[in-house]
């Protein structure tokens, strides 16, 4: 492929980009909404008035009206609504991880842009069973409740896996960090674009908030079914496969010159790597150790920030809400940075351990932050910055990395949908169980307790990369390449 190709093909690829990421911002903007409306959510189910006046007041409130039949109350406590909300966000994060684990295998193996609408719209679906229906009819059951919010994790599992794939088809080593970092941040850009729709539909009713980000999943749905391409070939900026077969092989390494490396550079015709095969490519269970630790702190600032802000605070929901946009504010220059580092520094483990180490810092000290506003903004800030920042270099760029790694791309296999699964799958396992923790700290010992958990869960994070670390050192003193984009 000549060098005019390549610029003109770029061309089409900027816009399949913008499409890209503000699709999988809106798929963050929809899971967002819970965790910004839990206290709203709370408060409906115990009664009309301000729970967190008191916090931990026992309340009890009448039966509800359900058609022509009254039904028992759903929640008495404040401490009952906390482990119920807890325990959503578990089931909610252990069927993520299933779906994760199940489309990152299909991602490979059948056509990515259908599962993706497919996943996506049925996602929708179940957010506006759970949280409109259930409001406008008034119908509040644990079981009703769980099974939508289960079904919901399902479906979201279809996007990570095959979209890191779809990126890696179009991107090779070259730049990825500064590219994979920049995309992956539309998952923060989600993040802020939900909380900002909470805030203003929240005075309104909670479910109002569901509605619309059902509606914007369902709208980009048709989006991308129309208009996303896969593959370059699919986008008709890559020859076939028998012209393909005169060309030399291709050109993606994990070391040595990658100056002379096309950004298309996917193989026309692979075969699908097998889950186990996947599991025991170099790096893969470190890093899957590591990010479960790291995205179980990710996820529980992310779940219940905003819990936090209005039970301790007692801001309201919308303050509430649109101050916890400072942590995915901060979170996208983090993952651009971050990124962008890594291809300097030429070994991404060193960048992300140092990340790492700065996020035990930052978040510690955010838990001697009192009820000021300036300073919490600025705190989030730099939690965002660092926590939220390596999530995005570790989900996109090394799970990029590994997935394409020499060995595969040699023996024409496909393994970058598999490997994304089993990462962030692994990751969400992770995240799952720190919702079972966090609930049992709060209740238990409050806030300051919960600070200090997600503080070691990150050093346990960092720890497992250790011996990735010592690898690329190791091998930079002995002068061997093979580590370079670890």
């Known amino acids: 492929m000549n060098d005019s190709n390549a610029e003109e093909e770029n061309n089409w690829l900027n816009l399949d980009e913008l499409c890209y990421t503000h699709w ?223 060309k030399s092989e291709p050109s993606i390494q994990l070391s040595g010159d990658e100056s002379e490396e096309s950004p298309l550079t996917v193989p026309i015709s692979t075969e699908p790597i097998g889950f186990i095969e996947a599991l025991l490519m170099p790096g893969v269970v470190l890093y899957s150790i590591s990010f479960g630790f790291l995205k179980m702190v990710h996820y529980s600032i992310l779940f219940w920030l905003p819990f936090y802000l209005t039970s301790s605070f007692l801001w309201s929901d919308v303050k509430s809400s649109r101050f916890s946009m400072f942590y995915d504010i901060g979170g996208i220059p983090g993952g651009t940075l971050g990124g962008l580092f890594t291809d300097f520094a030429g070994r991404r483990v060193a960048v992300v351990m140092a990340m790492l180490i700065l996020s035990m810092i930052s978040l510690f000290g955010y838990n001697f932050i009192e009820d000021d506003e300036l300073w919490n903004g600025l705190g989030m800030l730099v939690v965002g910055f660092f926590v939220c920042g390596v999530t995005h270099v570790v989900s996109s760029v090394v799970v990029a990395d590994l997935g394409q790694q020499d060995a595969i791309k040699r023996n024409n296999k496909e393994a970058l949908s598999t490997v994304t699964g089993i990462v962030d799958g692994t990751g969400t396992i992770g995240a799952a169980i720190g919702q079972i923790i966090i609930p049992l700290l709060l209740v238990s010992s409050g806030w300051e307790s919960v600070f200090y958990f997600l503080t070691i869960m990150l050093g346990c994070s960092s720890l497992a990369l250790l011996p990735v670390l010592l690898g690329s050192i190791s091998s930079h003193v002995r002068g061997s390449p093979t580590s370079k984009q670890k």
């Open 24 to 246: 999988y911002a809106f798929c963050h903007a929809a899971r967002k909404t819970f965790s910004n409306v839990k206290s709203a959510m709370a408060e409906q189910w115990l009664e009309d008035s301000d729970i967190f006046n008191d916090p931990r007041d026992i309340r009890t409130r009448a039966p509800i009206n359900v058609g022509k039949k009254q039904v028992d109350p759903f929640l008495d406590t404040i401490e009952e609504a906390e482990m119920f909300l807890g325990f959503l966000d578990t089931v909610f994060l252990v069927s993520y991880a299933i779906g994760l684990y199940v489309c990152g295998v299909l991602g490979d193996r059948i056509n990515m842009r259908n599962l993706l609408v497919f996943g996506m719209t049925t996602s929708a679906i179940m957010m506006f069973m759970f949280g409109t229906v259930s409001e406008w009819l008034q119908y509040y059951n644990r079981i009703y409740y769980t099974l939508f919010w289960i079904l919901n994790g399902f479906f979201q599992g279809t996007t990570w896996p095959i979209l890191v794939a779809i990126m890696g088809n179009w991107y090779g080593l070259t730049r990825r960090g500064l590219i994979f970092g920049l995309w992956s941040s539309s998952a923060s850009i989600g993040n802020i674009i939900g909380a900002f729709s909470v805030s203003m539909s929240i005075n309104v009713g909670y479910q109002y908030a569901f509605l619309t980000t059902s509606a914007f999943l369902i709208i980009w749905s048709v989006i991308i079914l129309i208009f996303l391409s896969p593959t370059p070939t699919d986008a008709g900026l890559v020859a076939g496969a028998e012209e393909e077969e005169e």
